[in-house]
């Protein structure tokens, strides 16, 4: 099942999604365009059915909120991260800095604060442990930093140059994942330049040390959900017949191989998918399949650029018996 969910800006986009409190939280950029000064984050309240139920957005002055990210902390709170860029108004960027909130009901949200380091992109947050780990990039420098500590309090520069131009002859890496496993890591990293083939890297604590393994292939907005110590679900933009679409594969997570799982409906700008994955519980003697959302954006109905939400029974999925399209 693929639902519409984000409709009503012009530009609907760069989409995230997280469970919280047993509903499912989406965010997303709504704009008149791809690259306008008016980027405001959307957060969709929804249950399981795709039923929006709440809706919140936030604003920042003179200001495009762009890329928006929500997670839930192991304090028990959700968190939602965006990249701010101040404009002139001719649109003109004026400056750049990360910024956060926090919610603990998912109804109302504290004020910004800003973390990281001003220039640079910190794509995502994710948790291992007490402390958060992000990858920040910035284009003239064709390169990433790996960031941790908490965004609230302290978040601070943790490994520069884990992936560059300069010393790895991989040019410019940007938007990234990362998944955790006791005390190793595992990374997914797109780049645009040269061979444009996405990169993957493993670590073990405290993540000073990576190996990078060259996937072979684009993928943008990379997002990842480990299914067990071999295999995990990568979502992105893919390139399929020529053409950019909304895709999920199954990696093998010992050498990188891919294998496509599914298509999403997507023509145009589209991507940026997030995965969400509800584990089946006992009901009535029976245990219920595990469920997989996926949410993401498309123009695929009218050229008009709107958010999705695809619900997907795991457990046939990976047997290889499901096709969304």
Known sequence: MVKKIGSKAV???????????????????????????????CILTLDTQGHV?????????????????????????????????????????????????????????????????????????????SQAFGFAYNRKQNTIHLYSGNPRRSFHLHQPFALSLKKHK???????????????????????A???SA????????????RWLDLGRYIGGPVMLRLDTYFALVGGRIIKQGKLV?????????????????IFPSVGDNGYPSLVLKKGVLEKGILEDDMLYVSYYSSHEDNKICVYLAEINLNTLINNKVLVT
């Open 170 to 192: 991989k040019g410019y890496p940007n938007e990234s994942d990362i998944i955790f496993d006791h005390d190793n890591a595992l990374a997914i990293v797109r780049r645009d």
């Open 53 to 129: 139920l709440h809706s919140r957005r936030i604003t920042v002055p003179k200001t495009d909120l762009r890329d928006p990210k929500i997670i839930v902390t192991p304090d028990g709170d959700m968190l939602l991260t965006a990249y701010a860029r101040q404009t002139s108004k001719l649109n003109q960027t004026l400056s750049t800095r990360n910024l956060n909130w926090v919610s603990q009901t998912g109804y109302s949200w504290s004020a910004a604060i800003e973390y990281a380091d001003r220039g640079w992109w910190l794509w995502r947050v994710r948790w291992h442990k």
């Open 11 to 41: 530009h609907n986009a760069f989409v995230d999604l997280c469970e919280f409190k047993q509903q499912l939280y989406c965010c997303y950029r709504e704009a008149e365009n791809h690259i306008s000064a008016d980027g405001r984050i």
């Open 199 to 210: 990169q993957l890297r493993q670590s073990s604590f405290p993540f000073k040390k990576w």
């Open 194 to 196: 040269d061979s444009y």
């Open 246 to 262: 909304t895709g999920l594969l199954k990696m093998n997570l010992s050498n990188g191989d891919l294998q496509e799982f599914l």
